[in-house]
């Protein structure tokens, strides 16, 4: 299949003809480089016919690489010009337009929304989630597509280089936390290579990385229940379990039982807990 890939070139003068001002406040970062777009796509998997969901695909960049493989793309975009100018730039540059759909809404409310399904599909089932992510909203955006789409197998996205290795953090080390454990309700993390800041227009402070999930089987418990532990827990990071989860449990002496029929020493920090952990001290009846 015929696909061209945007240049930096292309990045100023899409931009121009738009009229967009990248904003911070999106996270409006893009990518000009085809080495960088086809090595995320490479990482994540994605090949011939695969339905791959596209978080804010901007200008384009990741959204042509994808389709290149011969994927099918639906994306959402929340910034209206650029949902409305994508249509345009997939159909000068790729030569089957038809295998590519967008939809303009925020990607934190997707479950109050349909996806666009490409006009070559009846019905689009994503199984790949792969992104450039708007930094502001990355963690956020992981977790809502994965609680809203169980069809989704592989979540291959580009993040902040910190929010990477934090995603993909062991439990007990200095960077895990509440974004490590949630994502791991759902899924495996790793992370995979780092990006530099100089692919993007404009630069970015920092630089990024990519970081792959692979869905797991889901615990059985509440994830609510789950959810406000992983929250109280966390919450307070220096305090000892029994006194971080006396709140959430009712008082410290009835935290101290919960998390002595887990199995968890109540002197211990959250820190050092796994998502089996946090399950078994939701579970306690
Ligand atoms: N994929 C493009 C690339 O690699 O060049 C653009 C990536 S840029 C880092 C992030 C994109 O996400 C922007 O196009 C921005 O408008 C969009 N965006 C920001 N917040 C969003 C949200 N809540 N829902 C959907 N898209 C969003």
Do not use: C
């Amino acid at each position: 299949a015929g696909t061209e890939l945007l240049t930096p070139g292309d990045i100023r003068v899409l931009s121009a003809k738009l009229g967009i001002t990248p904003t911070k406040t999106l996270g409006q970062n893009f990518v000009g480089d085809g080495g960088t777009v086809r090595k995320i796509v490479s990482h994540a998997g994605v090949s011939e016919d695969d339905h791959v969901l596209e978080i804010g695909p901007g200008l384009g960049s990741l959204t042509l690489a994808l389709l290149e493989t011969g994927a099918y793309v639906s994306a959402i975009e929340i910034d209206r010009k650029l949902a409305a100018a994508l249509p345009e730039t997939v159909g000068e540059r790729h030569d089957r337009p038809e295998r590519f759909a967008v939809a303009e809404f925020d990607a934190l409310k997707i479950a109050d929304h349909e996806l666009a399904v490409p006009p070559a599909l009846e019905s689009f089932t994503p199984t790949y989630l792969v992104a450039n992510l708007p930094y502001n909203v990355a963690v956020p955006a992981i977790l809502t597509a994965l609680e809203a789409l169980p069809t989704l197998r592989v979540v291959d996205v580009m993040v902040q280089l910190e929010v990477a290795e934090r995603l993909a953090a062991p439990p007990g080390s200095r960077t895990y936390g509440v974004p490590s454990v949630k994502t791991a309700w759902y899924a495996e993390a790793t992370r995979g290579p780092l990006i530099s800041r100089s692919v993007f227009w404009p630069v970015p402070n920092v630089d990024s990385a990519l970081v792959r999930f692979e869905r797991r089987d889901q615990p059985d418990a509440d994830r609510a229940e789950v959810f406000a532990v992983i929250d109280a827990a966390f919450s307070q990071r220096r305090k000892t379990l029994r006194q971080a989860l006396a709140g959430w449990a009712g008082s410290p002496a009835r935290a101290e039982e919960k998390l002595r029929a887990a199995g968890i020493d109540p002197s211990q920090r959250g820190e050092k807990l796994t998502i089996e952990d946090f399950v078994a001290i939701a579970n306690v009846r």
